[in-house]
């Protein structure tokens, strides 16, 4: 079966976003190229992760011109737009916290798992999520 290999995240910034995305959420770089002309190729995704879509990775495209940037931070109309599965919640939880990540709400456990709604540097809202299945190693 075919599988997602890359989303794109329009940032303003690419350094700035590899920055959050590899010292608050944990996040790998895996490849940083120079395509020339200031453009570049960056993508990160989670350290280690396995599931989802494949390990999908984000794609860091800067914005050039007006219309994305008015899209950064907004590429979903303000509803959660990534949803980033943890084994350990309080651990994950714990460690952006310290790393400065905003959450929007104290977490909540659901019957389909832990959450917690968090923003990006940008304003892109993200659910922290240890499914319920995962908490009981099943």
């Keep these: 079966m075919p599988s997602i290999a890359l989303v794109t995240l329009v940032v303003r910034d690419h350094d700035e976003a590899i920055a959050f995305y590899t010292d608050a959420l944990g996040f790998e770089l895996v490849e940083d190229t120079d395509r020339g002309n200031g453009a570049r190729w960056v993508v990160v995704r989670p350290r280690g992760g396995v599931g989802g879509i494949g390990n999908a990775g984000l794609l860091l495209a800067r914005a050039k011109n007006e219309d994305e940037e008015a899209a950064i931070g907004h590429q979903s109309g303000g509803r959660v737009a990534f949803f980033l599965h943890t084994e350990d919640f309080a651990r994950d939880h714990a460690r952006m916290t310290e790393a400065g990540v905003k959450f929007l709400e104290e977490p909540r456990h659901e019957p389909y798992g832990s959450v917690a709604v968090f923003e990006d540097l940008y304003g892109n809202r993200w659910d ?7 908490a009981s190693g099943s």
């Design 128 to 134: 922290l999520l240890q499914p319920a299945d995962a």
